[in-house]
């Protein structure tokens, strides 16, 4: 186990209602910021990471999960996209 890499955590939160819920990690009983969804790089532009947690009934489903960015001026979403046939445990795309 490498500490030097980034570790996504978990939460599954059953049985409430009604469906407001707010959430908060902590560290130490301090809490933690919000991770900021986009970041702005050295040279102007920016960065952003997206996680979707297929469920076990999709991952039954199979075929093709892509992720499509669309922008404001691009005439066609890019999109990168895999087989959950093939794909590796990591669920990286
Ligand atoms: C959290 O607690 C651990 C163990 O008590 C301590 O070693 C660590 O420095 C603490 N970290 C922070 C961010 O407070």
């Not at 130490?28 to 702005?40: A, G, I, M, W, Y």
């Not at 532009?45 to 469920?55: E, I, P, Q």
């Amino acid at each position: 186990m490498s500490l030097l890499i980034p570790l996504t955590l978990c939460c599954d939160v059953d049985s409430f209602y009604p469906e407001d819920l707010s959430v908060s990690w902590l560290q130490n009983s301090t809490v933690l910021p919000e991770p900021p969804v986009t970041e702005q790089s050295p040279g102007g532009t920016y960065s952003t990471r997206r996680y979707y947690t297929l469920s076990p009934r999709q991952r039954e489903q199979g075929g093709k999960v892509e992720c499509a960015v669309r922008q404001p001026g691009l005439k066609h979403p890019v999109s990168s996209s895999t087989y959950l046939e093939e794909l590796v445990p990591t669920g990286k795309i």
